[in-house]
């Protein structure tokens, strides 16, 4: 049964959602009511990327109205989805130059290039300096570096392991692994097991059916 907190959130959602339709979604007086809706999403920990893609359109349609905290926000949320490509879509409808006129914007996007290109240990070290105030942001970004692990590395060093997570006890650290269902190797306690990728190679047996009508022409041509 869902809670109160999400039955007001499923609502909210379904009234943008409605506002939205048709010649409504850019309709410059839903302006405020989206952008509000981007600080409402960060507090009750969900992301509704279709509202904040219709507010991204606005800021295009006129640059006037763009607020650089606003879509830094909507930014850091389209992160929380990775490996899921909102956050490129977002950002084909960015002003390069307005972008590089606010710090959290180009913040935003470095996390990105860091991220996308696996650059884990660094993206923290920035994370450490910066100021997110996103709740959940590094538990959301810890299961796609996660993810990108999993499919990455049959074994991996603990250093390593501890570096790309990230900001861990060693109790979480530890307790991560277990849930994950990795394991310290028995004979070498300074490196982790992920994943034996091979047993997950399936083999398929490829058949071609080909019809006589299909190689006739070819025949008669020899």
Same mark, same amino acid.
């Given at each position: $049964?869902?809670?109160?907190?999400?039955?007001? *959130?499923?609502?909210?959602?379904?009234?943008?959602?409605?506002?939205?339709?048709?010649?409504?979604?850019? @309709?410059?007086? %839903?302006?405020? $009511?989206?952008?509000?809706?981007?600080?409402?999403?960060?507090?009750?920990?969900?992301?509704?990327?279709? &509202?904040?893609?219709?507010?991204?359109? $606005?800021?295009?349609?006129?640059?006037?109205?763009?607020?650089?905290?606003?879509?830094?926000?909507?930014? !850091?949320? &389209? !992160?929380?989805?990775?490996? #899921?490509?909102?956050?490129? =879509?977002?950002?084909?409808? !960015?002003?390069?130059?307005?972008?590089?006129?606010?710090?959290?914007?180009?913040?935003?996007?470095?996390?990105?290039?860091?991220?996308?290109? %696996?650059?884990?240990?660094?993206?923290?070290?920035?994370?450490?300096?910066?100021?997110?105030? /996103?709740?959940?942001?590094?538990?959301? /970004?810890?299961?796609?570096?996660?993810? *990108?692990?999993?499919? *990455?590395?049959? *074994?991996?060093?603990?250093?390593? =392991?501890? !570096?790309?997570?990230?900001?861990?006890?060693?109790?979480?650290?530890?307790?991560?692994? #277990?849930?994950?269902?990795? #394991?310290?190797?028995?004979?070498?306690?300074?490196?982790?097991?992920?994943? @034996?990728?091979?047993?997950?190679? #399936?083999?398929?047996?490829?058949?071609?059916?080909?019809?006589?009508?299909?190689?006739?022409?070819? $025949?008669? /041509?020899?």
């Amino acid at each position: $049964m869902p809670s109160v907190s999400q039955s007001r *959130t499923n609502t909210r959602a379904e009234e943008v959602a409605k506002k939205l339709k048709g010649i409504e979604r850019y @309709n410059p007086n %839903c302006r405020p $009511m989206l952008e509000e809706y981007v600080q409402y999403q960060i507090d009750n920990h969900f992301y509704d990327f279709d &509202a904040n893609m219709a507010l991204l359109k $606005m800021y295009q349609f006129d640059p006037s109205n763009f607020q650089g905290d606003k879509v830094a926000d909507i930014l !850091l949320l &389209a !992160l929380t989805n990775l490996p #899921k490509p909102d956050f490129l =879509l977002c950002k084909y409808l !960015l002003d390069a130059q307005k972008c590089q006129e606010n710090s959290r914007v180009v913040e935003a996007l470095h996390f990105s290039e860091l991220l996308e290109s %696996c650059r884990f240990q660094e993206f923290w070290e920035q994370l450490e300096r910066a100021s997110v105030k /996103i709740p959940g942001f590094e538990d959301r /970004i810890r299961e796609f570096i996660c993810q *990108t692990i999993n499919r *990455t590395y049959q *074994t991996i060093s603990r250093q390593e =392991l501890q !570096l790309a997570l990230g900001r861990l006890t060693t109790h979480e650290f530890e307790g991560l692994i #277990k849930t994950r269902g990795w #394991k310290i190797l028995p004979d070498d306690a300074t490196y982790i097991w992920i994943v @034996n990728h091979e047993e997950n190679i #399936k083999s398929r047996n490829i058949v071609e059916k080909i019809k006589f009508e299909h190689v006739a022409p070819v $025949m008669n /041509i020899v």
